[in-house]
């Protein structure tokens, strides 16, 4: 079936205009993950929705990040007046549900790059 | 909080080498404790995993084991071959998910 898709797959936009990211997980997974890639860094967790829960916005780097969920499926990462430090590969994630033991689904990413 | 620190790369090897990458963790609680792999040009998949101390995880000739005594789940593979190379990072759950910083691995013929 079909896995966790991304879009756009790359952005470059000029510093200070906003962006938005979008993410499709997989059918029927409940939790949602964004993370963000930078060169040479690890994953770096940002934010997690599960089912209707609040999301866990403890990962945000600042008030310019923000991230929805509609229905329980799509989401959306929005980066307010993008600073070049912004530029990293986003990535989404999927699972069937909450618990520790589940498996993460990783979308392709998004590559952005703030100019 | 809980972290994750891994053995920092790149690593190089030849063919049929041995091959570990170190991973030791901190966690207040009882994590699960995971590897994933990213091959050149894909995303992020599960190697392996292992839910409770003692457990070994194993997956496409790898395999780590969840060492609660040393706070450690190094990634072993006996012979490596070039399809291995890829950026190896390992992870944990607990409430939220941690990511080490990644291990780039070079398997050269």
């Known amino acids: 079936g079909a896995g966790v898709s991304q879009s756009p797959s790359n952005k470059v936009t000029e510093k200070g205009k906003d962006v938005e990211l979008r993410c499709d997980p997989i059918?029927?997974?409940?939790?949602l993950y964004w993370y963000r890639q930078s060169l040479g860094q690890g994953l770096e967790f940002l934010i997690y929705?599960?089912?209707?829960?609040?999301?866990?916005k403890s990962g945000l780097p600042s008030d310019r990040f923000s991230a929805e969920r509609t229905g329980g499926s799509v989401s959306t990462l929005t980066i307010q007046r993008t600073q070049q430090e912004d530029s990293a590969v986003y990535l989404c994630a999927s699972s069937l549900g909450s618990g520790t033991t589940n498996e993460q689904y990783f979308g392709p990413g998004t590559r952005l790059t703030v100019t | 909080g809980d972290s994750v620190t891994q053995m920092e790369g790149p690593v190089t090897l030849s063919e049929e080498a041995c091959l570990t990458i170190n991973c030791t963790y901190t966690a207040t609680g009882y994590p699960s404790l995971f590897w994933y792999v990213q091959y050149p040009g894909e995303g992020l998949q599960l190697l392996l995993k292992a839910t409770k101390a003692d457990d070994k995880g194993s997956n496409k000739g790898f395999e780590a084991t969840y060492r609660k005594e040393t706070t450690s789940f190094h990634l072993e593979k006996g012979s490596v071959q070039v399809s291995d190379s890829a950026v190896y990072f390992c992870a944990l759950a607990d409430n939220d998910m941690r990511f080490g910083a990644g291990t780039r691995l070079t398997v050269k013929p």
């Open positions: 929705f599960q089912g209707n829960s609040a999301p866990d």
């Open positions: 059918s029927g997974h409940t939790a």
